[in-house]
């Protein structure tokens, strides 16, 4: 049975070691002690509790669309090279590059500080944002 210290159960989750330790209070994550350290979180319980938020978390874009994987985060770095950019963004623990045309991010209003919306599908990554930063 894989055990993740709170730590890494937080960061899974993208919630604070405090935001697990009171869902371990709840009973809404399984977790163990051992007489020698630190508590530690079953991660099948975390993977279904991960799961159950999936299904009830609100949509990031009232866009419909066939990639399921979004990936909210912050633009780190714009790097503009003539027709291309390269826009890198950090959505919690996970750097996130895609390789766009310099117009389209023009257009997009991407710079370092932009929150954006990396929306992955197989090995193509678009950016998208709410629009509110232009």
């Given at each position: ?15 604070s070691?405090?935001t ?5 209070e709840?009973?809404e994550l399984?977790a163990s002690?051992?007489a ?8 099948a319980s ?17 866009v ?5 994987n979004?990936?909210?985060?912050i ?7 003539g027709?291309?950019a ?6 919690g623990?996970?750097r996130?590059?895609s ?13 370092v500080?932009t929150?954006?919306t990396?929306v ?15």
């Open positions: 049975m894989t055990q993740l210290r709170i730590s890494e159960a937080a960061a899974l989750l993208g919630v070691d405090d697990v330790r009171r869902l371990v709840r009973g399984e002690a051992a020698d350290g630190p508590q530690t979180v079953d991660g975390l993977a279904r509790l991960a799961t159950e938020r999936a299904k009830t978390a609100p949509e990031s874009s009232p419909l669309s066939s990639a399921r979004h990936f909210v985060g633009v780190t770095r714009v790097q503009l090279d027709v291309m390269q826009i890198d963004i950090q959505a623990p996970h996130v590059v390789l766009i045309s310099a117009e389209a991010a023009t257009e997009l209003g991407l710079e500080g929150l954006a990396a992955v599908k197989a090995t193509n990554v678009s950016v998208e944002t709410t629009g509110a930063a232009r």
